[in-house]
């Protein structure tokens, strides 16, 4: 039987192997790549996970269920919504700026998931979408829920963009800007139902 490995240990090991996931590849890294990456060997990694396969589940799992677990804590300890939505934001830059390995690894790799672990981390990432939907229902309350997710999903995009777009912004200048930028957008009146804007198809005329 597989062994769950814990505390720093279990760290240490989805660290490396995102590391190694995102600057290489899934496919081109070796189960002995990680081991050497934590100060083992290879074959030691299949007492912790049965292969490399159930190791990538097991960092966007883990990933998807830390950022649920945190937007539900933020969410809970906020007074009120607007708040609850600058925490969200907070805590999403924050996870965007600090592990960049990560996201890549999500939009990348997800296609070498099990089915089953597949279906866990769109599960738990829905939960999280949905926790930003409720805090923007109640800012924006005649707000249809399609138009709230499809915001939120906009956000994220933009978010998890730090990967390629920090560029030689400090941390700090990113972090402020992202924030400036995504309440922006998430807070942005609507348009008229079905009404055109200044790019509209036939130029303005």
Known sequence: MVSRPTGDRRAALLGAAAELFAERGYRSVLIDDIGRAV?????ALYRHFSGKQALLGAILID????????????????????????????????????EPALITVHDRELHHLTEGDRRRVRRLQRGY??????????????????????????VFGLLNSTPHSRGELPRARMADLLLDMGAAALT????????????????GR
């Open 63 to 98: 990933v998807s269920e830390r950022l649920a677990g945190r937007g539900r804590e933020l969410v809970a300890a906020a007074p009120d919504p607007a708040s609850a939505l600058t925490a969200l934001l907070r805590g999403h830059i924050a996870f965007a700026l600090d």
């Open 129 to 154: 979408v949905e926790e930003w939907v409720g805090v923007l229902s109640q800012t924006r309350p005649h707000t249809p829920a399609p138009v709230l997710r499809a915001a939120v999903h906009a």
């Open 188 to 203: 942005a009146p609507e348009s008229p139902a079905g009404g055109a804007g200044p790019a509209s198809a036939d130029g």
């Open 39 to 43: 100060g083992t060997t290879g074959p």
